[in-house]
């Protein structure tokens, strides 16, 4: 098993990864000092998938368990459905000590801890991440959120867990799209913070993406390495946190621009590339390193260029994103692989021309 642990003072925590550890959730728990009821919050798909190994690993702990379903798909993460939840919570007579069990991806990991964050003024959150997204990012950094009509993610709560705890064997499940969602966030922290890393995913990619258990150990557990030594530095996002936002400027714009056909991973990916490009024409990042990783997105599966979007269309949703600081488009580049910096000086030409390529 590997152990990342968060740094946030009295905040802290742990992650554990490993194969089939869900089966250790009781013991872990126990061992925390939790007792007697737990709540798990899921949703059918994974709840068919892990939920009875789940509770069979609990129960016999000595715990009493309620689970608490919502259905699949982004539109869960409301408020509507966090006060049906708070409905449930009550009529099961879950108490400020009673931990919520978030098991399932980033909707569900984000939703439950909202729920947690705020039931009773916020009893304990703990995260069973089940994709690889949610295993290296989401479940990680203590950011809780609901959407809300426009406001995407915007109605939320800092709000750590007490553990996360990572079963790589449940990515065995994942269909190849909800996989390279996760790629890309990967690809995303060696390109931030560690060369190093992007050299060993350009050794492992197959291994990676044939599910390898140890490739797949190595690199959650270095992603969740250094999401946390990042959050360790900006817990609340007042500045260096926003590294983490890398191919999210024209990420997003794809997605919002394209009615969310194109998928956050997919878009990442065309998002990182543009960036790299940016940077690459400013003449910062030299034509190697952008060729590199180029190759190395392709070889994760995921695109390189934009689909059939219009650019001013792009343009203008960039504008509206929420990493706009006085009318100005916020973009993280790479100076070198390994290491960004952010800058709101790029010429709307520059990304115009980068594009249209
Ligand atoms: N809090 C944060 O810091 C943070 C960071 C990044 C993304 N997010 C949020 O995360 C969400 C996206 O998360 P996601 O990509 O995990 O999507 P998701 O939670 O919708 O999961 C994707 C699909 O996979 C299914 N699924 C989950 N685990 C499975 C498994 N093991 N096997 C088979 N199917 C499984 C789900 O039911 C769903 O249909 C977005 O809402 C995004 O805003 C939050
Ligand atoms: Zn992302």
């Not at 984000?110 to 690889?132: C, E, K, M, S, W």
């Not at 050299?199 to 250094?226: G, H, P, Q, V, W």
């Not at 998002?271 to 180029?294: P, V």
């Amino acid at each position: 098993m590997k152990k990342v642990k968060i740094k946030l003072g009295s905040n802290s925590y742990e992650a554990h990864i490993d194969s089939g550890i869900l089966s250790q959730t009781g013991r872990k728990l126990k061992k925390a000092g939790f007792v007697d009821k737990v709540v798990i919050i899921t949703n059918p798909v994974v709840k068919g998938l892990y939920g009875e190994a789940l509770e069979q690993s609990l129960t016999p702990e000595g715990f009493t368990v309620t689970t608490l379903q919502v259905p699949d798909g982004e539109e869960q993460k409301s408020l509507e459905t966090a006060g049906r939840l708070y409905h449930e919570l009550a009529n099961c007579h879950a108490e400020r000590t009673t931990p919520i069990l978030a098991l399932g991806g980033g909707v569900i990991g984000d939703l439950a801890g909202f729920v947690a964050a705020t039931y009773l003024r916020g009893v304990p959150l703990i995260q069973i991440p089940t994709t690889l997204l949610a295993q290296v990012d989401s479940s990680i950094g203590g950011k809780v959120a609901v959407d809300h009509g426009q406001l995407k993610n915007k109605i939320g709560a800092f709000y750590q867990p007490r553990l996360v705890i990572t079963d790589i064997d449940t990515l065995k499940t994942l269909d190849n799209k909800t996989l390279s969602d996760g790629l890309a966030e990967v690809i995303k922290y060696g390109v931030i913070w560690d060369k190093g890393f992007l050299t060993y995913l350009e050794k492992n990619i197959d291994r990676i993406k044939s599910l390898n258990e140890e490739a797949l150990e190595e690199i959650i557990f270095r992603s969740a390495e250094i999401k946390a030594e990042v959050v360790a530095k900006d817990e609340k996002d007042l500045n260096l946190r926003a590294i983490l936002n890398y191919g999210h400027t024209v990420g997003h714009a794809i997605e919002s621009a394209s009615d969310f056909r194109v998928g956050h991973g997919e878009a990442v990916a065309i998002g990182m590339i543009a960036a790299a490009r940016i940077s690459n024409k400013m003449g910062i990042l030299s034509e190697n390193e952008l060729l590199r990783l180029e190759s190395l997105i392709k070889q994760a599966g995921l695109p390189t260029k934009l689909p059939e979007l219009k650019v001013e269309e792009l343009i203008s949703a960039m504008q509206h994103d929420k990493k706009v600081l006085m009318g100005k488009i916020r973009f993280i580049l790479p100076e070198v692989l390994g290491k960004v910096f952010i800058t709101d000086e790029v010429n709307l030409s520059l990304i115009e021309q980068v594009l249209l390529d």
